[in-house]
């Protein structure tokens, strides 16, 4: 051994270091770095894993949204489209309402129209027709009663007269 | 042959206990001289010479990583990790980012065990010493002539020699301590070997590397041979040794001291230690890395 006073080498002290420190090498190795670098390995990949197939499904999410925002647009394009061509036959629709319905005024005046003539023809010849029966009947009148030729003048005048006014 | 009592000191809320054995026959008023010069039990097996103190500390810290890890290590999950092994994950991170810091990173796989390895050992080593010290007080009457010979074994028959009759010397004005708890981290054969170690490994790297051949000629170089057989396998260990003993030595010189003066200055040493004992283990543990990375490719 050497002997410097404190600092002392003894040979058999440290043979024993060596091998206690080899034995300890082991020891470590078995218990300690061994597994743990092994569990630390299997985390990381894990880890890895997990964040790969989040990307993976962050992706696919990304390629969902976008289809469903395609179709999205799609449809509202065909509702606007179907928007506009009802809007469109609602206003033909309206139209050809307004039309008819002008037309069916038109034939309705034109028919009241004529109805009116044809009434008014009518009474016309109904009075006619009646004037003539008064007529006779004035004149029987008259003739039963001997009147006057100035009386019977008179009477003519006012009658053609009245009857001139209600025509 | 000895007696004990423990005496446990609860400081604030630092729970350090200091646990100072006494034989029967000393007395209190006793302690507080000379206790600096700690002597420790000493074994010889052949050729080779053992420290019973060192001996023990590295079981001890050896232990103690690996009930740590055992525990830690109990119900490992790869999903949320819970308690225990969050920490445990924190410290394998921590030292494989300092690794990772040198080299690439899948180089940097191969030596994360032993990165782990030596942070734990030599941070848990450097703690273990400031919990508490074991001490046993020796005085002529209680102390055989075998166990005094034990403490002085020494380089050569002369040094032994010189060392006994130094303790011999001590006896005769006060009692001789010898320590049993220590970290192994102030013992030199503990760093020295650890530095060694990985230094040698960094060396077969190189060799395995470059080839025989191209590697003796690096040698030609006197810096690079001045750097690698003495810079590197003199500072590494040094540095290591020097911080954690010289806290140790401070630590034993305030317990000396009367209780009243160095109760302060003792809970702030041993919390600086605490911060150099990590300090230091990250350094070594990091030096290491560098001296290993240096022979991983061709660019010093």
Not at chain 1, 140 to 165: H, N, P, R
Not at chain 2, 280 to 292: D, E, S
Request: charged residues 20%; proline residues 2%; aromatic residues 10%.
């Amino acid at each position: 051994m050497i002997d410097l006073g404190a600092l002392t080498l003894e040979w058999g002290s440290m043979l024993f270091q060596f091998i206690a420190f080899l034995i300890l090498l082991v020891i470590v190795r078995k218990f300690a770095v061994g597994p743990v670098t092994k569990i630390m390995e299997t985390r990381r990949q894990n880890i890895a894993s997990e964040i790969e197939a989040a990307e993976k499904n962050r992706k696919e999410s990304e390629g969902f949204i976008a289809e469903q925002r395609r179709l999205l647009d799609e449809a509202r394009q065909e509702t606007k489209a179907i928007l506009e061509r009802a809007s469109k036959q609602a206003q033909d629709e309206e139209a050809r309402i307004k039309h008819e319905a002008l037309e069916a005024a038109a034939r309705i005046k034109a028919e009241a129209t004529a109805e009116i003539a044809r009434e008014t023809e009518k009474a016309k010849e109904e009075l006619r027709k009646q004037m003539a029966g008064l007529s006779v009947m004035l004149a029987s009148k008259i003739i039963e009663k001997e009147l006057d030729e100035a009386t019977q003048k008179e009477t003519i005048d006012q009658f053609l007269k009245q009857v001139g006014d209600r025509l | 042959m000895l007696t004990a009592f423990a005496q446990i000191k609860r400081y604030n809320k630092e729970y350090v206990f200091l646990i100072e054995q006494y034989a029967c026959n000393t007395s209190i008023s006793e302690r507080g001289e000379h206790i600096v010069d700690h002597f420790t039990y000493r074994f010889q097996l052949g050729p080779l010479v053992f420290d019973l103190a060192t001996i023990i500390m590295i079981v001890v810290t050896a232990l103690v990583v690996f009930i740590m890890l055992v525990a830690m290590t109990r119900n490992l999950t790869a999903g949320v990790p819970r308690g225990t092994q969050n920490v445990l994950e924190w410290i394998v991170d921590f030292v494989a980012g300092i690794v990772r810091s040198f080299m690439d990173t899948k180089t940097a796989a191969r030596f994360v065990t032993l990165a782990v390895t030596l942070f734990l050992y030599i941070i848990l080593g450097n703690w273990l010493g400031l919990a508490f010290n074991v001490l046993t007080v020796h005085t002529p009457d209680n102390t055989s002539s075998e166990f005094i010979h034990q403490l002085a074994i020494s380089s050569s028959d002369q040094a032994t020699a010189a060392r006994e009759a130094k303790i011999m010397n001590a006896f005769e004005d006060h009692s001789v301590h010898v320590a049993w708890w220590k970290s192994p981290t102030a013992t030199a054969s503990v760093t020295f070997t650890l530095a060694l170690t990985v230094l040698l490994y960094s060396q077969w790297i190189d060799i395995r590397r470059v080839g025989v051949g191209k590697y003796f000629k690096h040698f030609l170089n006197p810096i690079h041979l001045l750097e690698e057989l003495v810079i590197k396998p003199l500072t590494l260990p040094l540095r290591l040794f020097g911080n954690i003993f010289a806290g140790e030595v401070l630590i034993s010189f305030l317990l000396s001291a009367s209780i009243f003066i160095s109760t302060i200055p003792l809970i702030i040493w041993l919390g600086y230690s605490v911060f150099v004992g990590a300090i230091q283990a990250y350094i070594f543990t990091t030096l290491t890395m560098v001296y290993i990375s240096q022979k991983l490719s061709d660019g010093h």
